[in-house]
C-alpha cells in the first residue's frame, strides 16, 4: 500500500489531558521546520495522533520536537518510502571516521524509531509490518556497522583486503548471526539484538602470520561498541553477545570450527532452540549459510525429539521461579515473562519446532505466526489454538511496543500503581484501565491454557538430571554417567568427595541436621557446579571450604532455598575461588547479590556523590560509634562481593570496577573520617577554626582499586593562627590532635571486628615518609611540595585526589598539587630521577615473575612511570595532562604531540591489557597468582575478561605489551 502517512491514520490512543498536550502540540505546529505539514495536522485523525503522543510518550515527543521539518516530511511521505530511503543512506557511504558513522547511525535510528511509532500507533502498520520495520533498520545498522570495521581494518593492514573493495564486507571471513526475535524478524520497539559472530580460521583476508581470534574479537568489541555506546546522539541497538556457546568462558568472535565443535558435544537443548531463530544478517553470508546448513543436525533431530519438551519446561519454569509470576494478573504484569505471555506462545512453538522439525522441514521457519499455521497444517494443533494463540500474540506485542514506545526503555512490565495503569490503558487506546485489562487478562488464560495444555505430561524438573546416588561404598554406575554428562572430568573422585560428606568426613556437615539439608541440596548443587565452567573445582573447592568451616547448615540453607544463588556460588567455586571463600565466611552476601535493589543500585557504583550517600545513609543507622564500624564493613563486605561478581559476569568491565571500588572507598573514608572526628572531639575538644582533608594516593587516587587494594592516604590539616590547641579541659596540640586524629582513623579502617576487616592503610606517601608525622599542616604541605619534595613525591603526586574531609581545604590542597605538577622542569634531571627511581626499584624488588603484572619489566609501573613523567613534563605548558587517570594521560599526550600516536596506542593497548588481567587476578585468586596452581576454569575467566581466547593467548598478548612498552619507556626516557 503506498500514499502519505497522514492519508492513512485509522488509530489513536486516548487523550485525556487534551489541555496541556494541546499546549504541546501547538509549539510543534508554531515551529519553522513543520510549516509544510501545518494545514495536514488539522485532520482530526492526525491531530489525535499528535496529542496522544504528547500526552503519553515523553521519548516519541522528544524525537517530534528536536526536528519539525522531519516530522513534517515523515507526516508527508510513504512510511514505505521513507524506510526504504533511510536504510539507503545507512547502506551505501564509506565513512570516513568511527564519529561520522556513528552520528549517522544514531540519527537513522532516531529518524526510524519516529517513523515505526507513527506507523505503528496511527495504525497504519499492524504489528508484523512494525517488526518487519524495526529489524530492517537493525540489519542495516548491523551491516554497516561491520562493513565500516572491516574496511577499517583493510586500511590498517589488520586484513588482507582491497579497502574499496564493494563487497569487503563479504569478504572479511566473518559472519553475524541474529538470534531471537532479531533473527525471527520479530524485533520489539526498543529490544536490544542477540547476535553471535563467527570467523573461519583459515579465511584468505587474515594476514600471514597474524594471530585470528584478537583479529576478529576486536572487530566484534569494535561492532558491539559501536551500536551500542550513548553519544550525545544517543544509542543505535542494545547488543547482547550472550547467546554464543559457553559465554562465561569464550571470546566474542568464535572460530567456526570451534564453535561446530561445541554444539557437536556440549550443545544443549536450549540451545537448539535459540538457533531455530539464527539467521545471517551481515558479512559472509554464504560462509553463514554454509555454517548453519552443517549446523542443521544439531538443530534438528532426525527422530521426534520428545525428551527436548522436559528441558524446555525447564527453562520456562525457571523463569517463574525466578520472575515470581505465578499467577495470571495486570498491575506489574510481565507481558512477555508472566503467565499468559510472549515467551508462552514462543515456547509452545519453539518447542515443537524441535520436537517435529527433524522428520518435518517445513517446520524449520524461525517467525513464530507462520510456524503455528505449519504446526496447524501438519496436524499438531488445532485450528482453534493457530487462532487464538495468533490473536493473543499479536495484541501483546503490540502493548508491548507501547511499553517501550513511552520512554524507549527495555521493558515488559505493565505499570503497577493505578492512575500509571490508566494512562498506558489510553495509551494503546483503551476509554479505561478496566476495559484494557479485561482485554488482557482474557489473552493472558487464552494462551495459558494451550501451553498448559502442551505440558501437562512434562517430567519433574528435579528429575532432569538423571540417576544421583551416593549410598553404600560402591560406585553406581548410573551416577558415574550422569556426573560425566554435567561436565565432570573426574566422576568417580566426585562421587568418593559426596560419598565422605555423608560418612561425616566433614565436620561441617556431621550433624543431623546439615546431612538433611545437604541430601536435599546435592542434586541441586552438582546442576549448579555444572554450570560454572570447571564442575571438578567447584567441587574441590566446596570440600575445601566445608573443611574449613566448623558448620555449614546457614549456608547450604541458602543454597537449598534459591536456584539463582546456587547457580551464582557454583559460578564462583569453579571461576573465582577468592570471591567463592568469601561467601563461606559471611553467606549473607549472596543475598545481596540477587536482591534487584542492591544490584541495581551497584550498577552506578562509580558515581562518587551517589555511593557516599548510600554509605551515609546506612551508616547513620548505627547506634554507636562501634556499631558504625561493624556497619562499615557490613556495607563493603556486600557492596565488594556485588561489584566482584558483575565484574565477574561481565556486566562491568574492569576500568568501571576499579571506578566502583575507588568510589566505595572513597564514600567509607568519609563516613569513618566524619565519625572519627566526632568521637575524638567528645574526647579532646575540637582546634578553633581547623580544617581537615584525606588525599587519596596510588591506585586509590587514580581510582583504579582492585578487590585486594589497599589506601594510600595522606591526611592534611589547617587552623586559625592563635588557636593552637584543641579546647578540652586536657587541650592537645593542634600537631598532636591531628597526629592521634589520623592514628583513630587508621584504626577505624584497618582494625578487624566481629565484621572482619576493611582496608589496609598505608601513610607513606606523606611528606618525609616514615619520618614525618602522620598528619601534615596545610603550610608545610606546601613548602615541601614547592621546596623539598623529591622528583619520586612529585610522581605519586599526580595520582592525588582529595576524597574526603573540608571542601575549602580540599580546594587549597588541589591548588597545591596543581601547582606543583604545573611547574616547568628540566626535562634531562627528570628523565634521570624517573630511570634511576625504576632502577631502584628493580633493585628492592626484582620482579622475575611475569605475572606479577606492576613489577615485570614493561609492566604496570613502567606505564605508571611513563605517565607521571608526561604529567611532570608538559603540564605546565598543557594542564589537561594533570590527570590521575594513566590512559588520559596517554592520549592527551599524543593530541599534545608530546607523545606519537603509535606509542600512545601502545601504552594505551597495553595498560587495559595489564588493567583488565590485574582486576580479574585480584579477585579470583588470593595471593599471588601462579598459572600453575590455578583451576582452568579461573585461567578461562581472566583470559575472557580480557577478550583473548584462552590462557596462552592472555600470556603471549602480555609478552607483546611488555616488550612494547619497554621500547616506548627506554626511547621516552632516554639519556
Known amino acids: 500500500m503506498s500514499g502519505a502517512l497522514y492519508e492513512r491514520l485509522a488509530a489513536a490512543p486516548v487523550t485525556p489531558d487534551t489541555e496541556a498536550a494541546g499546549v504541546k502540540l501547538q509549539s510543534l505546529l508554531d515551529a519553522e521546520g513543520f510549516a509544510p505539514a501545518r494545514e495536514v495536522a488539522g485532520r482530526d485523525e492526525v491531530r489525535a495522533v499528535l496529542l496522544g503522543i504528547a500526552c503519553h510518550s515523553p521519548y516519541l515527543w522528544a524525537l517530534l520536537a528536536e526536528n519539525p521539518a522531519r516530522a513534517a516530511r515523515l507526516l508527508l511521505g510513504s512510511p514505505e518510502d521513507a524506510l526504504d530511503a533511510l536504510l539507503s543512506g545507512i547502506a551505501a557511504p564509506k565513512f570516513a571516521d568511527e564519529a561520522t558513522i556513528s552520528t549517522a547511525l544514531r540519527r537513522a535510528k532516531r ?56 563487497d569487503i564486507e563479504a569478504l572479511s571471513g566473518m559472519f553475524v548471526l541474529a538470534l531471537g526475535k ?69 571470546p566474542v568472535a568464535l572460530s567456526v570450527v570451534s564453535a561446530a565443535a561445541y554444539y557437536e558435544r556440549l550443545g544443549q ?103 503455528l499455521v505449519e504446526l496447524e497444517r501438519e496436524g499438531w494443533v488445532t485450528q482453534e489454538a493457530v487462532d487464538e494463540l495468533s490473536e493473543s500474540y499479536l495484541f501483546l506485542r503490540r502493548v508491548e511496543h507501547h511499553l517501550q514506545m513511552v520512554a524507549d526503555e527495555q521493558t515488559q512490565q505493565l505499570p503497577m500503581e493505578p492512575e500509571a495503569l490508566e494512562r498506558f490503558a489510553q495509551f494503546c487506546g483503551y476509554a479505561d484501565a478496566a476495559s484494557f485489562s479485561e482485554a488482557l487478562t482474557a489473552r493472558f488464560h487464552r494462551v495459558e491454557k494451550h501451553y498448559a495444555r502442551l505440558f501437562e505430561d512434562a517430567p519433574a524438573l528435579d528429575a532432569a538430571s538423571g540417576s544421583l546416588v551416593f549410598t553404600g561404598v560402591v560406585d553406581d554406575p548410573d551416577t558415574l554417567h550422569t556426573l560425566s554428562g554435567l561436565g565432570f572430568q573426574r566422576p568417580a ?13 566433614r565436620s561441617a556437615v556431621q550433624s543431623p541436621r546439615a546431612r538433611e539439608v545437604l541430601t536435599e541440596l546435592i542434586p541441586a548443587l552438582l546442576q549448579a557446579f555444572s554450570g560454572s565452567g570447571d564442575p571438578d573445582a567447584a567441587l574441590a573447592a566446596f570440600d575445601a571450604a566445608l573443611a574449613r568451616m566448623p558448620g555449614a547448615v546457614e549456608l547450604m540453607s541458602i543454597l537449598r532455598s534459591n536456584g539463582q544463588v546456587r547457580e551464582l556460588f557454583g559460578d564462583l567455586l569453579g571461576g573465582a575461588p577468592r570471591l567463592a571463600q568469601v561467601v563461606v565466611r559471611r553467606p549473607h552476601v549472596l543475598d545481596a547479590a540477587i536482591d534487584p535493589g542492591r544490584v541495581g543500585a551497584i550498577g552506578d557504583s562509580f558515581d562518587e556523590a551517589a555511593v557516599c550517600a548510600r554509605v551515609e545513609a546506612y551508616l547513620s543507622q548505627a547506634k554507636d560509634f562501634e556499631a558504625a564500624l561493624d556497619r562499615a564493613r557490613d556495607f563493603a563486605n556486600e557492596e565488594n562481593f556485588l561489584i566482584g561478581v558483575r565484574l565477574l559476569s561481565g556486566a562491568l568491565d574492569p576500568d568501571h570496577a ?11 573514608v568519609g563516613a569513618l573520617m566524619r565519625r572519627v572526628e566526632a568521637e575524638f572531639a567528645r574526647d579532646h575538644g575540637r582546634v578553633s577554626g581547623a580544617r581537615s582533608a584525606v588525599v587519596a594516593m596510588g591506585k586509590f587516587g587514580s581510582r583504579e582499586m582492585t ?12 587552623y586559625t593562627a592563635g588557636a593552637a590547641e584543641s579546647d578540652a579541659a586536657r587541650p592537645l596540640s593542634a600537631p598532636l590532635y591531628y ?50 619534595a623529591e622528583t619520586w613525591e612529585h610522581m605519586a603526586l599526580t595520582r592525588a585526589r582529595v576524597v574526603a574531609g573540608d571542601a575549602s581545604l580540599g580546594e587549597e590542597i588541589a591548588a597545591v598539587v596543581d601547582e606543583t605538577l604545573r611547574k616547568p622542569r628540566d626535562l634531562e634531571k627528570l628523565r634521570r630521577d624517573v630511570r634511576e627511581m625504576r632502577e631502584l626499584i628493580a633493585r628492592e624488588k626484582p620482579a622475575s615473575d611475569p605475572w606479577d603484572l606492576k613489577l615485570v619489566g614493561g609492566g604496570l609501573l613502567d606505564m605508571e612511570f611513563i605517565a607521571q613523567y608526561l604529567t611532570l613534563a608538559h603540564a605546565h605548558e598543557r594542564p589537561e595532562l594533570a590527570d590521575v587517570f594513566t590512559r588520559t594521560i596517554f592520549a592527551r599526550a599524543a593530541n599534545a604531540g608530546f607523545l606519537s600516536f603509535d606509542d600512545a596506542a601502545t601504552l594505551s593497548d597495553a595498560h587495559r591489557l595489564f588493567a583488565e588481567a590485574t582486576q580479574i587476578m585480584r579477585l579470583t585468586v588470593p595471593g599471588a597468582f601462579d598459572p600453575k596452581a590455578t583451576a582452568s576454569g579461573v585461567k578461562r575467566r581472566i583470559a575472557t575478561a580480557t577478550h583473548l581466547p584462552d590462557f596462552e593467548a592472555l600470556a603471549a598478548s602480555l609478552e607483546e605489551a611488555r616488550a612494547g612498552v619497554g621500547e616506548v619507556f627506554a626511547r621516552l626516557l632516554a639519556a
Open 182 to 250: 532479531h533473527g525471527a524478524r520479530e524485533l520489539n520497539y526498543s529490544s536490544d539484538v542477540d547476535l553471535i559472530v563467527f570467523y573461519d580460521s583459515h579465511s584468505p583476508a587474515i594476514p600471514e602470520g597474524a594471530a585470528h581470534g584478537p583479529l576478529y574479537v576486536r572487530i566484534a568489541q569494535g561492532l558491539s561498541r559501536l551500536l551500542q555506546t550513548r553519544t550525545a546522539d544517543g544509542y543505535v541497538v542494545r547488543v547482547d553477545l550472550r547467546l554464543r556457546p559457553d559465554p562465561g568462558a569464550t
Open 111 to 166: 529518524e526510524a524509531h519516529l517513523l515505526i511509532a507513527l506507523a505503528d500507533i496511527g495504525g497504519v502498520w499492524d504489528v508484523v509490518q512494525a517488526t518487519e520495520a524495526l529489524t530492517r533498520f537493525a540489519d542495516a545498522a548491523v551491516s554497516a556497522a561491520l562493513r565500516f570495521l572491516v574496511r577499517r581494518a583493510a586500511l590498517e593492514g589488520r586484513l588482507k583486503l582491497d579497502p574499496d573493495a564493494p
Open 707 to 718: 578487590a585486594a587494594s589497599d589506601l594510600d592516604l595522606i591526611v592534611i590539616y589547617d
Open 493 to 505: 573422585e566426585a562421587t568418593e568427595t559426596i560419598r565422605g560428606w555423608h560418612f561425616g568426613r
Open 739 to 788: 597526629a592521634r586524629l589520623t592514628q583513630r582513623l587508621v584504626s577505624a579502617l584497618t582494625a578487624p571486628t566481629k565484621a572482619g576487616k576493611l582496608y589496609e592503610v598505608d601513610l607513606r606517601l606523606r611528606p618525609s615518609g616514615r619520618k614525618g608525622p602522620l598528619a601534615t599542616q596545610f603550610s608545610a604541605f606546601a613548602q615541601y611540595q614547592r621546596n623539598e
Open 658 to 668: 576499579g571506578r566502583a571500588y575507588s568510589a566505595l572507598a572513597q564514600g567509607l
Open 269 to 371: 537443548n536450549w540451545e537448539r532452540a535459540a538457533m531455530i531463530k539464527a539467521r545471517p544478517i551481515a558479512g559472509d553470508l554464504a560462509l553463514a549459510r554454509n555454517f548453519l546448513s552443517e549446523l542443521a543436525p544439531f538443530i534438528w533431530r532426525k527422530y521426534f525429539d520428545y525428551a527436548a519438551i522436559a528441558d524446555v519446561h525447564a527453562m520456562k519454569r525457571q523463569i517463574h521461579a525466578v520472575r515470581g509470576h505465578e499467577v495470571v494478573t495486570v498491575p506489574g504484569h510481565d507481558v512477555k515473562l508472566g503467565r499468559g505471555g510472549i515467551r508462552e506462545v514462543e515456547f509452545f512453538v519453539q518447542t515443537q519446532q524441535l520436537i517435529f522439525g527433524g522428520r518435518r522441514p517445513t517446520l524449520r521457519g524461525n517467525r513464530t505466526l507462520e510456524m
